[in-house]
């Protein structure tokens, strides 16, 4: 897991609308380490007037992906999935999009799991 060392500027995200949540444990792909995480998509969607065929969406998705200790993972899904039934957004600090490809973009949290709900808890 990177750890940050300097913060000279950070970005403010509200995910307003959990599309899907995926859990991804630590583990080793071809001899390279990887952090237990979990990534959350969501869509923005947006109309344009297109010449040809009229009116058409154009979908930009985001997947946001915050680092969380293994034993912590349940816990962390399920209040995931309890802010997305309450329709209750949620709010962190991360890096500066990373183009994924077709309109797909990629974030990673500064803060990690527990970190957030401790955040939530206060409120």
Do not use: W
């Amino acid at each position: 897991m990177s750890q940050l060392i300097e913060t000279g500027f950070k970005m403010n995200y509200e995910v307003l609308n959990i599309r899907s949540i995926k859990v991804t444990p630590s583990g080793d792909m071809n001899g390279n380490k990887y952090g237990a995480s979990v990534k959350i998509k969501t869509v923005n969607i947006s109309q344009e007037d297109d010449e040809k065929f009229g009116l058409v969406e154009k979908e930009t998705i985001m997947e946001f992906k915050i680092p969380c200790r293994d034993a912590h993972l349940k816990n962390f899904n399920a209040f995931l999935r309890g802010l997305q039934k309450s329709n209750t957004p949620l709010s962190f600090t991360g890096t500066p999009p990373r183009d994924a490809g077709k309109d797909s973009y990629t974030v990673t949290s500064f803060e990690d799991a527990d970190q957030i709900m401790a955040a939530y808890q206060k409120k």
